[in-house]
C-alpha cells in the first residue's frame, strides 16, 4: 500500500443497455422495414432476408478472426454467422449474391467501432428467437435455411450475457466509447440500407 486510497472506478452503467436505448429507434424502424417486406411469406421472400443478413454479415466477417476483438470478447470465431447464412442460401438452392463493393471492415479495424457493430450483430441474434418461429411456417429451421438464425447451443440467454459481460468489463475513454455508439448506429443504418436496396 502507498497510503493513497485505492479507489475502485465507479461502475459504467451497462454499455449494452446504452447502446440498446441509443439504437431503439433505429431498431423500430428496421424491424418495422423487414417485416414490411414479408419475410417469412414463402421462402422466394424469406432469401431477401437472407441477402439482407449475407450483406451485413460479410462486412463483419473479418472481425471473428481479428486477435484483437478475440482478446476482449469470449468466443468470437463461435459466434460468426457468415458461414451459415451461406449454408442457408445452398438449403434453398439459390446462389448468394454477389457483392463488389469493399466490406466494411478488412484485416485492421478500429476496436470500438468494431464492438458497436459486434453488439449489433449479437443483438440480433437474441432477436432472431422470434424470427426462426415465424420461419419454421415455411418449412425452414436450425437445420435447413434457417441456421443462421439458431441460437447458441448453451442458449441464446447465456451467449448474449457472455458477450454483454465482456463488453462491460471494457476499459474505454469517453472518445472509444463514443465510436463504439457510432459503430452501432452505422451498422443499423448499414441493414437499413440493405433492406431498402434489396427489398426495394
Ligand atoms: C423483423 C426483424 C426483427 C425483429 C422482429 C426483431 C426483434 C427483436 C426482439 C424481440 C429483440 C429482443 C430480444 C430479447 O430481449 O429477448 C431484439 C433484440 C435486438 N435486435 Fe432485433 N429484431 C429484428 C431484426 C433485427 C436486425 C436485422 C438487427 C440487426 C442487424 C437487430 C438487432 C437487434 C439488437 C442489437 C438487439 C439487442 C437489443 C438489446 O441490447 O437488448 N434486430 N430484436
Redesign the pocket.
Known amino acids: 500500500m502507498s497510503g493513497t486510497i485505492d479507489l475502485v472506478p465507479p461502475p459504467v452503467a451497462s454499455r ?2 446504452t ?2 436505448a441509443e ?2 429507434e433505429t ?1 423500430e424502424r ?6 414490411a417486406g414479408r ?1 417469412f411469406e414463402s421462402q422466394e421472400r424469406y432469401a431477401l ?1 437472407l441477402a ?2 449475407h450483406g ?1 454479415h460479410r462486412d463483419i466477417e473479418a472481425l471473428y478472426a481479428n486477435p484483437a476483438l478475440d482478446a476482449l470478447l469470449p468466443d468470437l470465431a463461435g459466434r460468426r454467422r457468415f458461414g451459415d447464412i451461406e449454408r442457408d442460401f445452398a438449403d434453398l438452392g439459390i446462389v448468394a449474391p454477389e457483392r463488389t463493393e469493399a466490406p466494411a471492415f478488412g484485416e485492421t479495424a478500429d476496436i470500438p467501432t468494431a464492438l458497436g457493430w459486434l ?13 426462426i418461429k ?1 420461419a419454421t411456417k415455411i418449412g425452414l429451421s436450425e437445420e435447413f435455411g434457417a441456421r443462421h438464425l439458431a441460437g447458441a447451443p448453451e442458449g ?2 447465456l451467449h ?1 450475457k457472455t458477450f ?1 459481460e465482456a463488453l462491460d468489463a471494457l476499459d474505454l475513454d469517453e472518445a472509444e466509447e463514443a465510436r463504439m455508439i457510432a459503430g ?1 448506429k452505422a ?2 443504418g448499414r ?1 437499413q440500407g440493405l ?1 431498402g436496396t434489396v427489398f426495394g
Open positions: 449494452a443497455k447502446l440498446k439504437t431503439r431498431h428496421l424491424d418495422g422495414s423487414i417485416m419475410p432476408f439482407v443478413q451485413f453488439y449489433v450483430a449479437e443483438g440480433s441474434n437474441l432477436g432472431a428467437a422470434f424470427l415465424a441464446r440467454g448474449w454483454t452501432a451498422a443499423f441493414v433492406v
